[in-house]
């Protein structure tokens, strides 16, 4: 996962969600001068400094890396666009969020190009029209979308619908209010990446995900914050193993 060197609260969210999820042995790679921040805030995380953009290149090139995360808090800057691209040219699982669906603005089908392995695509209403122009309502612009893309797309909202690029689509019920809270979308994110770690298809990693997020969410009730989530997380997957 990468983490940005000024909004980290955002990586540090999705990182202890994705481990909450189950990702067993979870990184945060971020720049050196935001390393402190990282390794004084986490514990069971690992933080990895990168001294400059090009140190993430060997990090990705570790072949026991079984999904990747990038964009919250990362920075609408090339080096997100880069390390983005770089991380799909890995042909392994990759979660997209905020700056790294947002800085791909003004060339998206550069972004479409490069999705050729498993990818899941988590915009709210305002990135994904930075990107996508697709018409009609909500369930049908996010299936244009993924077919378009060939990601597995999660258009966020209160009605959150999630699509495959082979027409499955599914619309989240269980989306209570407080999930309106900054944050959350991030947690979502590593929520969906712990799942992929763990060698869950994209459309079924990210359909659980929002579910489990939304379950999470109802079980605290008001007064939610982003950062309660993560810790949210055991009881939901307990409930979900008594109905196996």
Known sequence: MFGGPVMTGAARMAARAAARAGAGLTTIAAPERAWAVYAGALTSIMVQPLAQPADLAPLLADTRITGMLIGPGAGITADTRAHALAMLGTGRPVVLDADAISVFKEAPDDLFAAITGPCVMTPHEGEFRRIFSEAGDKLTRTRAAACLSGAVV???????????????????????????????????????????????????????????????????????????????????????????
């Open 154 to 244: 999660v258009l966020k909202g209160s009605d959150t619908v999630v699509a495959a690029p082979d027409g499955r689509a599914v619309i989240n019920t269980n989306a209570p209010e407080t999930l309106a809270t900054a944050g959350s979308g991030d947690v979502l994110g590593g929520i969906i990446l712990g799942l992929l770690t763990q060698g869950m298809e994209p459309f079924l990693a990210a359909s659980a995900g929002v579910w489990m997020h939304g379950a999470a969410a109802a079980a605290f009730g008001p007064g939610l914050l982003a950062e309660d989530l993560p810790d949210l997380l055991p009881p939901v997957l307990r409930g979900l193993q008594a109905l196996v």
